[in-house]
């Protein structure tokens, strides 16, 4: 029922037409992303985490749909990559990308990796960092408090530019590249990746763009202006409330 209330409500927002039933009560946007969340592909640590990462607005943003072929660059634990999986439902695919240099740090990256392989509209990958295997016409690539890490010492110095390469090349013409991370503040260079694990979005917009990207948006919705921004993400006074930036770029075409 919920996945038929997914496909219903995204037939309604391409179609401009109201849907009968449930969907019709409420705009279709809602109903769509709040059917994805509702998902039981979804774990229940997954849903006590949608409030604080506003991850209906996330998609929205990133205008994920049914249908649609979204690579997850960097997963982690596959936070995001259980929602895509729900939200492209069995016409979609999702790749779940988890970068070697994390499955060799800890086992349980290399879990996260197995777990999303079991469903049945996502593959599971685990490249090196600084060269992502994605299949080609992709969507939409999309990465959530990761970027920072091209950027770490232990990595190649070259890691962001090669990433970003390899985003464009895997997208469509048309498609898009959805970056949201930690706010680090404004000049602070490439010198937060490291000490505290964030980065400014002005960094991230400069390299995006000399891969052949355009800003396509921006979103406020993961903004906390009672961050300073210059704690480490893991400290127990910012942890989870960090500020966060959304960027949204286009590939031309």
């Given at each position: 029922?919920?996945?038929?209330?997914?496909?219903?409500?995204?037939?309604?927002?391409a179609?401009g037409?109201?849907?009968a039933?449930?969907?019709?009560?409420q705009?279709?946007?809602d109903?769509?992303y709040?059917?994805?969340?509702?998902?039981?592909?979804?774990?229940?640590?997954d849903?006590?985490?949608?409030?604080?990462r506003?991850?209906?607005?996330?998609?929205?943003?990133?205008?994920?749909?049914?249908?649609?072929?979204v690579?997850?660059?960097?997963?982690?634990?596959?936070?995001?990559?259980?929602?895509?999986?729900?939200?492209v439902?069995?016409?979609?695919?999702?790749?779940?990308?988890?970068?070697?240099?994390f499955v060799a740090?800890?086992?349980?990256?290399?879990?996260a990796?197995?777990d999303?392989?079991?469903?049945?509209?996502?593959?599971?990958?685990?490249?090196p960092?600084?060269?992502p295997?994605?299949?080609g016409?992709?969507?939409?690539?999309f990465?959530?408090?990761?970027?920072?890490?091209?950027?770490?010492?232990?990595?190649?110095a070259?890691?962001?530019a090669?990433?970003?390469?390899?985003?464009?090349a895997a997208?469509k013409?048309?498609g898009?590249y959805?970056?949201v991370?930690h706010f680090?503040?404004?000049?602070s260079?490439?010198t937060?990746?490291?000490r505290?694990?964030?980065?400014?979005p002005?960094v991230?917009?400069?390299?995006?763009?000399?891969?052949?990207?355009?800003?396509?948006?921006?979103?406020?919705?993961?903004?906390n202006?009672?961050?300073?921004?210059t704690?480490?993400?893991?400290?127990?006074?910012?942890?989870?409330?960090?500020s966060?930036?959304m960027?949204r770029?286009?590939?031309?075409?």
């Amino acid at each position: 029922m919920r996945r038929s209330l997914i496909l219903a409500a995204a037939a309604a927002l391409a179609l401009g037409t109201a849907v009968a039933g449930p969907v019709a009560a409420q705009s279709s946007p809602d109903v769509f992303y709040a059917a994805a969340l509702a998902d039981p592909v979804r774990t229940e640590a997954d849903r006590t985490r949608d409030a604080a990462r506003h991850t209906a607005e996330t998609l929205a943003f990133a205008g994920v749909a049914p249908g649609q072929s979204v690579g997850d660059m960097v997963i982690g634990g596959g936070y995001f990559t259980r929602v895509f999986s729900a939200a492209v439902g069995p016409a979609g695919h999702v790749t779940g990308w988890q970068p070697a240099e994390f499955v060799a740090f800890a086992a349980v990256y290399g879990q996260a990796l197995v777990d999303i392989a079991a469903l049945p509209n996502v593959t599971a990958i685990d490249s090196p960092l600084a060269a992502p295997a994605w299949p080609g016409d992709l969507d939409l690539i999309f990465t959530a408090q990761n970027y920072h890490d091209l950027h770490l010492t232990q990595v190649p110095a070259d890691s962001a530019a090669r990433a970003n390469a390899a985003a464009f090349a895997a997208l469509k013409p048309g498609g898009l590249y959805v970056i949201v991370d930690h706010f680090a503040a404004a000049g602070s260079g490439l010198t937060a990746p490291n000490r505290l694990h964030r980065i400014d979005p002005a960094v991230v917009r400069a390299e995006v763009e000399a891969a052949g990207f355009v800003l396509d948006g921006e979103d406020t919705a993961l903004v906390n202006p009672d961050d300073p921004l210059t704690a480490n993400v893991f400290d127990p006074s910012i942890r989870g409330h960090t500020s966060q930036f959304m960027l949204r770029f286009r590939k031309p075409g």
